[in-house]
């Protein structure tokens, strides 16, 4: 494990990630063990704060995973990171800042460790299917073109909250933009911004 890190720590400097969703779980799994507490602080150090695609699948799979995505008010906070590092990405940022008081929030860590292994498998099944494809999508327009489709799924996902299963299309949206960014996957790119616009018009829809 901690060659592992230390070889994610070296992508992290260069700005390029090369971590499948497998081993972005093993890494949430095994980060900050001696807390109660799991806190948003915890996770940006576990995924890095210059990392835009996994804070991406990471803001997705937690709104996706069972036990956390339904915690009401959880979707509104991936929100709120998603948007804070989504801008920071179009200005030019190259390590991306969060308030305290968004740091702070927390969940318990029983209830994000018994969460974790529902998404192992589909992971497992999704991690063979990624390949490097259509990389203009991931390299610096690309990343502007994600950060644009986040930002855009950042501001519809508060009213989600009270649509139901909403948010599954926002989370699998957000989960699609951050994986194609690790995996340099343009084709997973593609299909996070076909949800994002298919989840809009639902959202749409709802509330006209």
């Known amino acids: 494990m901690t060659e592992r890190r230390d070889e994610v720590e070296q992508h992290r400097d260069d700005g ?26 915890d996770i940006l150090n576990t ?21 956390i995505g ?11 990171v998603v948007l804070l590092t989504a801008v920071q990405l179009l200005v030019g940022r190259k390590q991306f800042w969060l308030p305290q ?17 529902y ?25 502007r073109l994600t950060a644009l489709t986040a930002l855009i799924v950042a501001l519809a996902m508060p ?22 960014l690790v995996a340099r996957d343009g084709l997973a790119v593609l299909l996070g911004i076909g949800i994002t616009a298919a989840t809009i018009i639902v959202v749409a829809a709802n509330l006209l």
């Open 119 to 143: 998404l192992k498998k589909p992971a497992r099944w999704i991690d063979r299917w990624l390949r490097i494809r259509l990389p203009w999508l991931t390299d610096f327009w690309g990343n």
């Open 70 to 80: 339904d915690i009401p008010g959880m979707p509104t906070l991936m929100a709120a």
């Open 159 to 180: 009213p989600m909250e009270f649509i139901p299963f909403s948010a599954n299309g926002a989370g699998l949206a957000l989960s699609l933009l951050g994986l194609g």
């Open 101 to 117: 008081w968004l740091l702070r929030r927390h969940i318990a860590r029983t209830k994000f460790d018994r969460s974790l292994p």
């Open 47 to 67: 995924v890095g704060r210059r990392s835009f695609g996994p804070m991406l699948l990471v803001a997705g799979l937690i709104t996706l995973a069972p036990l």
């Open 16 to 41: 390029a990630q090369a971590y499948n969703l497998s081993q972005l779980i093993v890494m949430l799994e095994h980060m900050g063990r001696v807390s109660s507490r799991v806190s948003v602080e």
